[in-house]
């Protein structure tokens, strides 16, 4: 796992990257408005029955996940085994079961949950061959890293894709990592999923 503490601290590049693309699809506010009131309504449903954030059946999900690595042979060429722990890490901390929850401020706690959901990686291929969840491609994308550098995306309603770059484009400066709202995913299905900073993969 990378160790990240002598750096500068990067921001997620989310609000920027959706900003802009909002206003270059404006199709994308439409789909912010029905996603919107289909989670309104289903809170109210929740709030008149009283059973909101209720824990209502024993299912836990498995949210299949592809880390797609587009590389150079570089530093962002991290090995199966970095990626297998990140994975780990990452399931640990979405799941609350990380000890320093203990450590976040008073008036935030009660907005930490766990979803039941799980973070694996996927190990059946869009072909239905068996996989490690692992793509890696070699391009020059790697080190001018944008959407454009997304390769080899998998099924967006079967995985949850994940590119791993040395670094971002001019753009894109300044940023760990990005990733859209649902809303620019359900209009540009092509540009969902969530690319970072090798060097940032924890």
């Not at 959407?147 to 753009?171: G, H, M, Q, R, V």
């Amino acid at each position: 796992v990378f160790a990240v503490s002598s750096k500068a601290q990067m921001k997620c590049g989310t609000d920027q990257v959706c900003n802009k693309l909002r206003e270059q699809h404006p199709e994308i506010k439409e789909w912010e408005i029905q996603l919107g009131a289909a989670i309104k309504e289903a809170i109210d449903k929740e709030k008149s029955t009283g059973t909101i954030c209720a824990k209502k059946t024993a299912t836990v999900y498995d949210i299949p996940l592809v880390v797609h690595i587009v590389h150079d042979y570089g530093a962002e060429y991290i090995t199966d085994d970095e990626i297998f722990e990140a994975v780990k890490y990452w399931d640990i901390v979405y799941n609350k079961q990380n000890p320093d929850t203990v450590d976040v401020i008073p008036n935030l706690k009660k907005y930490i949950g766990n979803p039941e959901i799980r973070l694996r990686l996927a190990t059946k291929a869009p072909s239905g061959n068996a996989t490690k969840g692992i793509t890696r491609r070699q391009s020059y994308m790697t080190t001018r890293g944008s959407d454009e550098a997304k390769i080899d995306l998998w099924p967006n309603n079967k995985y949850l894709n994940i590119w791993f770059i040395n670094k971002f484009d001019a753009s894109h400066s300044g940023a760990a990592a990005y990733a859209y709202y649902p809303s620019t995913a359900a209009a540009i299905p092509h540009f969902d999923g969530i690319i970072g900073q090798a060097g940032y993969i924890n």
